[in-house]
C-alpha cells in the first residue's frame, strides 16, 4: 500500500477535529434531507419518495455539503440557511450516482456499501427517483427559506445548472463514457474530471460564498479554492480505486482498470498521482490566505481530500 | 371512428388561424431551442449535446410552448423572453419524454415517428440527455435575459419544479407505473394525469403570467384555464390513443390497453371520455371571460387540444 505522506499534512489535532466536525455537519445535513423530502404514505408516488430518501439518506461523508456550510461559516450566514444549500447540493450528487449506477452506465449494485437504488427499488424507479431529486435541488434553493433575497436564490440555482448540466458534470460523465477503452491525454483526463465530479464541488464552495455574499475579489478566491480541492479529490479517488479495497471503499474497487478507463494513476502512476494529490491541496489551502482560524476546517479538509481512506 | 362534436365547437375559421399560429410558433420556439443548445463540436460531450438537440428538435406541436407565449402575450411580454419560458417548457417536457421511452420505463422505440434518443443514440447517453435537458430548462430560467427582475425569474424556477418533481410530472409517472395491471378508480385516474401531464400544461399556462407580473387575481384565472386544458388534454390524448392509428399519431397506438392501463376510455368509454374531455375544454374557455379577443388564441386552443387527430 503506497503511503501519500509529504510535509505539510494533516495533524492529527487537526485530523481528529475534522472527523469529528465531519461527522456532526453530516447529521445536520442528513436531518435537513430527510425534513425536506418527506415521506408519502398515499398514492402511488409513495414509491419514488421512498427511493428518493433512499439514495439520500444511505449515509456518506457529505463532503460537498460540508464544504457549502464551512465556506458560508466565514461570511457568517446563518446555519439554517447554509444546511439547506448543503443539502441541495447533495440532492444532486446523490441522483447523479443513482444514475450513473444504472445498468445502461456504470452498472454497479453496491453504494456505501449497500444495494444501489435500482437494486433495491427498479430501474424505473431509479430513474425517476434521480430525476426527481434534480428536480428537488432546484425548488429547495429557489425557497425564499433559502434566503430572502431572490438574487442570491436565482444566482445558487444558475450556478447549479451551470455545474451539472452537458457544460459541467453530465457532460463529464458523457466524455468519461465515451473515453471507455480508450487511453486519454492527461489534459483529456482533466477535463473530465474537472467538470465530472469536480464543477460540483466547485459548486459547493462558491455558493457558501454566494450565500454569504461575498465581494467578487473573495468569491474568486473560494473559487480557486474549490477548484483546486475538486481536482485533489478526483485524483486521490483515482488513488484509492487502485489501492484500497471493497471493504473499505463501500463499493466495487479497482473499477476504473477494469472498465479500461483512463485514470491520473494509469497516466501518472500511484506515485505520481498522489504527489500530484498533495499539490493541488496545498494550492488550495494558499487560497486560503487572508482567512484567518475560522477557515482551519477548510484548510484541514483540503489535506482530508488527499489522506483520507475511503 | 368516433366523431368527437358538440357545440360550442372550434369554427374552421379560427381552427384554421390556430394551425397557422401553432406552426409559425412551433418554429420560433424550435429556432430559441436550436440557439439555446448550441451544438458541440470538439470533447466527448459533444455526443450527450447532440442527444440533448435530436431529442428537442424533432419537431412537435409545442402545445406547452404555445401556452407560454399565448397567455405571455396577454400581458404585453417581449417575445424573445416569452420564447426562452416557452424552450425552457419544451426541454422539460422533452426530458420527460427521452426517460419515458427508455427501455426500463415505457420501452418504445418510437417517438414523433422517429426512433426514440435511447434507439438513435444508446441508453446511456439518453439517460444523460434528459438529466442535462432537465438542467438546462432551469439554467435559461435562471438566466437575467429571461426577465430581468429576479423575483421573476425565482418565481418562474420554483413553480416548475414543482410542477415537474415528485409532488409533480414525477410523482405522476410513478403512478402511472405502479397502476399497470390493477384497475384505478376515476378519482386515482384523475390524480395520476393532474400529476403526470396536467401539473406541465398548467405551468406553461402560468408560465406566461408569472412573466407578465400579472395580479393574483388574474395569476388565479390562468391557472383555471391551465387546469382545465391541461386534464382535457390527457382525456383527449387517451380517446387518440384508442381511436387513432399509429401513422396519424406518429407513436405506437393502442399502447394503454395492451399495458393494461387505467385510462379514461377504460372508465368512462370513448363517448364517456369525449364527452368529458369537451366539457373541460368549454370550462376552460369559460375562465378566459373578461380576456378580450387577444385571448382567442387560448380560446381556439381549448378546443383544438379536445379535437385534434394526433
Chains 1, 2 share one sequence.
Do not use: C, W
Amino acid at each position: 500500500m503506497t503511503q501519500i505522506h509529504a510535509t505539510p499534512s494533516l495533524r492529527p489535532q487537526d485530523a481528529a477535529n475534522l472527523r469529528d466536525s465531519l461527522t456532526v455537519r453530516a447529521g445536520a445535513i442528513e436531518s435537513a434531507i430527510d425534513t425536506l423530502i418527506a415521506p408519502v404514505t398515499r398514492g402511488g408516488e409513495a414509491r419514488v419518495v421512498d427511493a428518493m430518501r433512499y439514495a439520500t439518506l444511505g449515509g456518506g461523508k457529505r463532503l460537498r455539503g460540508y464544504l457549502v456550510t464551512e465556506v458560508a461559516s466565514l461570511f457568517g450566514v446563518p446555519a439554517v440557511r447554509a444546511l439547506r444549500v448543503a443539502a441541495s447540493v447533495e440532492m444532486l450528487h446523490s441522483y447523479s450516482l443513482v444514475h450513473d449506477d444504472l445498468p445502461a452506465m456504470d452498472d454497479d449494485d453496491l453504494r456505501r456499501g449497500q444495494p444501489s437504488t435500482h437494486r433495491k427499488f427498479d430501474e424505473a424507479t431509479a430513474i425517476l427517483a434521480g430525476d426527481a431529486l434534480q428536480t428537488l435541488a432546484f425548488e429547495v434553493l429557489a425557497d425564499p427559506a433559502t434566503h430572502p433575497d431572490a438574487e442570491v436564490r436565482i444566482a445558487l440555482v444558475s450556478a447549479l445548472a451551470k455545474a451539472s448540466g452537458a457544460a459541467g458534470m453530465v457532460g463529464g460523465q458523457m466524455i468519461d463514457m465515451e473515453g471507455e477503452g480508450r487511453a486519454l491525454a492527461l489534459d483529456e483526463v482533466r477535463r473530465l474530471h474537472a467538470l465530472k465530479t469536480g464543477a460540483l464541488i466547485r459548486y459547493a464552495a462558491d455558493a457558501g460564498a454566494i450565500l454569504g455574499q461575498a465581494d467578487a475579489a473573495t468569491m474568486e478566491r473560494i473559487a480557486a479554492y474549490g477548484r483546486d480541492v475538486g481536482t485533489a479529490f478526483q485524483v486521490a479517488d483515482d488513488v484509492l480505486d487502485a489501492t484500497a479495497s471493497a471493504e473499505e471503499l463501500g463499493k466495487t474497487a479497482g473499477k476504473d482498470a477494469a472498465a479500461g478507463k483512463s485514470t491520473y494513476v494509469a497516466l501518472l502512476g500511484i506515485d505520481g498521482a498522489a504527489a500530484e494529490a498533495r499539490t493541488l491541496a496545498e494550492r488550495a489551502v494558499t487560497a486560503l490566505d487572508g482567512f484567518g482560524a475560522q477557515a482551519d476546517g477548510l484548510r484541514a479538509l483540503a489535506y482530508y481530500m488527499v489522506e483520507r481512506r475511503s
